[in-house]
């Protein structure tokens, strides 16, 4: 029995994010499990206050899930492998408190 089944990787892009990936993908190379994609996507807070939610907010709600989506489908093209299991889980929130939450409601064995 392996210790670690389930690695999940907040990802946002950035140049540590990949290193963070390329790690992700060698352990699970090595190890069979899973490896679960989390983007956190927090918006502007002059935005979240609005009662009225205008078209403005909708549009730029909508952007920013497009944009955190793509870097999901990204991150998951450099790791991809046939054998590989991956899932891929956009969020909104605060960062960390969010992967905290995921990390723990999902039992996780890694977070990298």
Do not use: C, W
């Not at 944009?67 to 299991?85: H, R, V």
């Amino acid at each position: 029995m392996n210790l670690i089944n389930k690695i999940l990787v907040p990802v946002d892009g950035s140049e540590s994010s990949k290193r963070a990936l390329k790690y992700a993908k060698e352990l699970a190379e090595k190890l069979p499990g899973e490896i679960t994609l989390l983007h956190v996507y927090e918006l502007p807070v002059q935005f979240t206050d609005f009662e009225d939610r205008s078209e403005t907010f909708s549009n730029l709600s909508e952007d920013i899930k497009i944009y955190g989506q793509k870097i999901l489908d990204e991150s998951e093209k450099q790791i991809a492998t046939p054998q590989m299991n991956i899932n891929k889980l956009l969020l909104e929130g605060h960062k960390g408190n969010t992967i905290t939450e995921i990390a723990e409601q999902n039992n996780f064995d890694l977070i990298i």
